[in-house]
């Protein structure tokens, strides 16, 4: 089992800037793919962001990339999402998840991922 918390949402205004945090607990040798999805209000969720806590070279969706930075701290199981310049389409529920294959190209579809945060609300005001 793996615990999933994320933290750091709220309300900006356009342009401004985010981190979230997402501290795991639990089982946190059993993934091996971390990933950033958000959900806005009635769409479906999009994967933003994929690390492997191993390290390498982060996944990034284009609607973010060179936008968001995707990190983590291994020593204290957290992983990051850093975001700048937000505009008001990025309001959503801000969601971590792990999945325990590497990440590949499926990481992005929400379906491969075992284990999920409750959420963070950012909300990006114009």
């Known amino acids: 089992q793996v615990q999933l918390a994320e933290s750091g949402g709220g309300s900006v205004q356009a342009g401004g800037s985010l981190r979230l945090s997402c501290a795991a607990s639990g089982d946190t040798d059993s993934y091996f793919c971390m990933a950033w999805y958000r959900q806005p209000p009635g769409k479906e969720r999009e994967g933003l962001a994929a690390i492997h806590p191993a390290g390498g070279t982060p996944y990034y969706a284009d609607s973010v990339k060179g936008r968001f930075t995707i990190s983590q701290d291994n020593a204290k199981n957290t992983l990051y999402l850093q975001m700048h310049s937000l505009q008001p389409e990025d309001t959503a529920m801000y969601y971590c998840?792990?999945?325990?294959?590497?990440?590949?190209?499926?990481?992005?579809?929400?379906?491969?991922?075992?284990?999920w945060g409750q959420g963070t609300q950012v909300t990006v005001s114009s």
């Open positions: 998840a792990v999945k325990p294959t590497l990440c590949g190209s499926i990481w992005t579809r929400f379906s491969a991922f075992n284990y």
